[in-house]
Structure formats: C-alpha cells, structure tokens
C-alpha cells in the first residue's frame, strides 16, 4: 500500500504540508486514500493536474486525485488546500 514517503514523492515538485493516511479502526490497514494539504493553492492546483496520470508499480489502476470537501463546519481557508490522493 501507498505510505506517506510515496505521496511525499509522488509530489515531489509540490509542497506537501502534511498526508493523513486514512486507516481502518479495528485493522490498522490502509483503507485506499489518504489526504494531502499542500503550502499553497498553486500546489494543490498542479498536483489536481496529474489526476489519472500516476501509476504506483504494485497497482495497475492510475491514482485518482480529487480536492478533499471541507467539513460542514470549517470555514474555507485558502491556506488549507487538501485533495484526497485515492489508490
């Protein structure tokens, strides 16, 4: 499975802030996805750009990268930017 150095290089010329693995509870195994916040919205913007167009050697299918959806109650900071890196 996908580990936090792999999104650090798989977005290599972005500025990662920070990737949040999203596992299961009871297993402690990765669920497929995970969520990347980046330093800046040009960064997220660009890594959105590859959506489709990395293939990790162990997994056939390309990643698919989407903007993350705000929780109901954060506000939208543009110095937040998050996508949801799904394997």
Known sequence: ????SDV????????VKNVR???????????GFCYVEFDTLQDLEEAVSLD????L???P???????AEQKKNDRLDPSHSFLK???
Do not use: A, H, Y
């Open 8 to 15: 650090i290089q798989i977005f290599s010329k972005q500025v």
């Open 57 to 59: 050697d162990n997994n």
């Open 21 to 31: 693995l999203v596992k299961d509870k009871e297993t402690d195994q990765f669920k």
């Open 1 to 4: 499975g996908v580990v936090q």
């Open 61 to 67: 299918q390309p990643l698919r990268i989407d903007i």
């Open 52 to 55: 489709g167009r990395i293939v």
């Open 85 to 87: 890196l799904i394997n």
